[in-house]
């Protein structure tokens, strides 16, 4: 029996109308078993020779294995030492920059990385206004008392990137699981554009910090009182406002290019 043969019956697959190769049925299972939390952030795979005795594979075989789950950012591997590969439980930030490449490359404009964000935004007031607990206030609060402190005493730049984190936090108070990891998505990419656009605009006042600020605060008010249709209106209103504020229809590829 062949090495894929043999790999196929190791791993109890069976031939579909594409037999994979044996190195990406070794790589699924080791996937899977990290996707699955049996294999935690910084564990040791077994040695090479003990995986190759499991599998029924060669070295090459598994070699190929790893080279495929180390692009894949799920284990790092350090040869020539004794410690082999070690699990890295997925992160958002490698499917972050990967979708940053993708956004740029098909040219998308910077109002529809905007909408989106709104789009997102506006379902997790709507979430929070319906189910805010005092501790998911708290958190808000907090924030924007943060982010007020640095309206004196920071650039635009610099307050504008702390803003990019109160609306970060918005969605993952907002309770979509999913919503929170597309907005972790967006967040550096969106952060990058809005410092290149304030750059290319005057200094932003300390009044019009302020007025950010109290927006802010106001959303707040308004998810308290339980308002969804109200706070998401009030929230709608600001995005479109900063968005016409910055004034700047060019696409995310001409933005970041330098």
Same mark, same amino acid.
């Given at each position: 029996?062949?090495?894929?043969?043999?790999?196929?019956?190791?791993?109890? +697959?069976?031939?579909?109308?594409?037999?994979?190769?044996?190195?990406?049925?070794?790589?699924?299972?080791?996937?899977?078993?990290?996707?699955? +939390?049996?294999?935690?952030?910084? !564990?040791?795979?077994?040695?090479?020779?003990?995986?190759?005795?499991?599998? +029924?594979?060669?070295?090459?075989?598994?070699?190929?294995?790893?080279?495929?789950?180390?692009?894949?950012?799920?284990?790092?591997?350090?040869?020539?030492?004794?410690?082999?590969?070690?699990?890295?439980?997925?992160?958002?930030?490698?499917?972050?920059?990967?979708?940053?490449?993708?956004?740029?490359?098909?040219?998308?404009?910077?109002? !529809?990385?905007?909408?989106?964000?709104?789009?997102?935004?506006?379902?997790?007031?709507?979430?929070?206004?319906?189910?805010?607990?005092?501790?998911?206030?708290?958190?808000?609060?907090?924030?924007? !008392?943060?982010?007020?402190?640095?309206?004196?005493?920071?650039?635009?730049?610099?307050?504008?990137?702390?803003?990019?984190?109160?609306?970060?936090?918005?969605?993952?108070?907002?309770?979509?699981?999913?919503?929170?990891?597309?907005?972790?998505?967006?967040? +550096?990419?969106?952060?990058?554009?809005?410092?290149?656009?304030?750059?290319?605009?005057?200094?932003?006042?300390?009044?019009?910090?302020?007025?950010?600020?109290?927006?802010?605060?106001?959303?707040?008010?308004?998810?308290?009182?339980?308002?969804?249709?109200?706070?998401?209106?009030?929230?709608?209103?600001?995005?479109?406002?900063?968005?016409?504020?910055?004034?700047? !229809?060019?696409?995310?590829?001409?933005?970041?290019?330098?």
């Amino acid at each position: 029996m062949n090495e894929q043969n043999s790999g196929l019956m190791a791993l109890g +697959g069976h031939e579909p109308d594409r037999i994979p190769k044996t190195a990406e049925l070794v790589a699924d299972r080791i996937r899977a078993r990290i996707i699955s +939390g049996d294999l935690e952030e910084g !564990d040791s795979l077994p040695s090479e020779g003990q995986l190759m005795e499991r599998f +029924g594979i060669s070295r090459p075989t598994l070699r190929e294995a790893f080279r495929i789950l180390e692009t894949e950012r799920l284990i790092a591997v350090s040869r020539g030492s004794r410690t082999g590969a070690r699990v890295s439980r997925p992160h958002v930030s490698s499917v972050a920059r990967y979708a940053s490449f993708v956004l740029q490359a098909n040219n998308v404009s910077v109002p !529809d990385l905007f909408e989106a964000r709104l789009a997102i935004e506006l379902f997790a007031v709507r979430n929070l206004a319906r189910e805010a607990s005092k501790a998911k206030l708290l958190q808000l609060r907090a924030e924007i !008392d943060r982010i007020e402190g640095l309206s004196e005493s920071k650039s635009t730049q610099e307050f504008f990137s702390a803003f990019n984190e109160a609306h970060r936090l918005l969605v993952e108070l907002g309770g979509n699981e999913t919503l929170h990891l597309m907005i972790q998505m967006l967040q +550096g990419l969106m952060g990058q554009v809005v410092l290149q656009i304030v750059a290319l605009h005057e200094e932003t006042t300390s009044h019009e910090k302020k007025k950010v600020v109290k927006s802010f605060r106001n959303l707040i008010d308004l998810i308290e009182s339980g308002d969804g249709d109200a706070a998401a209106n009030h929230w709608r209103l600001h995005l479109i406002n900063a968005n016409k504020r910055w004034d700047y !229809d060019g696409t995310l590829r001409e933005i970041l290019k330098d």
